[in-house]
């Protein structure tokens, strides 16, 4: 039973434009939820978080929503740049698992010039 | 010094080999991980060491045996691997065991090919 989903394997933006990654989960006591980013042959990188006690979180050009109520978060990234391609985790952690992190199958974002 | 090294950047080895990889971090981070992740997935957790203490490990084969010698070092011993064990091996770690914030500074992995 996978607790968070993330539906879109692939996405394709125009530089410039506005990427909108998307994630679903399951579990309603999941405390913190975070994307990470991941190039090819690298360890992933932690891009930003969001505790369940809020709905928006922004550094920068990321900005993180959360929607309790649909359980559903997204990550926005404004304006998108040839360097944002890559692949987005979106992961999830809550106490009763140990806040070891849930992760989603990620999704391959791809900037476009 | 905000990273985490691992060595080798990329291992090849036969089915009969013993070998080790190995993972440094100098920020004082008390959790470490020991994560594999196969092409077009998500990394899937093998061990997590908390306090230089084994305190999870995801029903691992025992042909995979972890190694915390000290606070800042992670070793991973692998003997008698098999094909399907070909992966990236990424080591982790995090500021605090049961850090919930679930922040965690990544190397750049082990390839690791068995043959």
């Known amino acids: 039973d996978q607790q968070v989903k993330q539906n879109s394997p692939s996405l394709s933006v125009q530089e410039g434009r506005i990427s909108i990654l998307n994630c679903d989960y399951t579990n309603s006591m999941f405390d913190y939820f975070l994307w990470y980013k991941k190039y090819p042959a690298e360890g992933p990188t932690f891009l930003i978080s969001i505790s369940s006690i809020k709905d928006k979180n922004e550094d920068g050009r990321f900005t993180v929503f959360l929607n309790k109520s649909a359980k559903h978060l997204s990550l926005h990234i404004v304006p998108s740049q040839p360097g944002d391609s890559a692949v987005y985790f979106c992961?999830?952690?809550?106490?009763?698992?140990?806040?070891?992190?849930?992760w989603g199958a990620g999704t391959k974002l791809i900037i476009k010039p | 010094d905000t990273e985490v090294t691992q060595t080798p950047k990329h291992l090849v080895m036969g089915m009969t080999n013993k070998k080790s990889l190995k993972c440094e971090q100098h920020m004082g981070h008390r959790a470490m991980y020991w994560y594999k992740q196969k092409a077009k997935k998500p990394p899937e957790l093998m061990f997590v060491y908390s306090y230089e203490k084994l305190s999870i490990n995801e029903s691992v084969p025992s042909r995979f045996s972890p190694e915390c010698p000290n606070s800042s070092l992670l070793n991973l011993h692998l003997h008698a691997l098999q094909p399907e064990d070909s992966a990236l091996y990424l080591c982790?770690?995090?500021?605090?065991?049961?850090?919930?914030?679930?922040?965690?500074?990544f190397g750049e992995g082990s390839r690791l090919t068995v043959l």
């Open positions: 982790a770690s995090s500021q605090d065991p049961g850090d919930y914030t679930g922040e965690l500074f």
């Open positions: 992961a999830a952690s809550a106490m009763d698992s140990n806040y070891q992190l849930i």
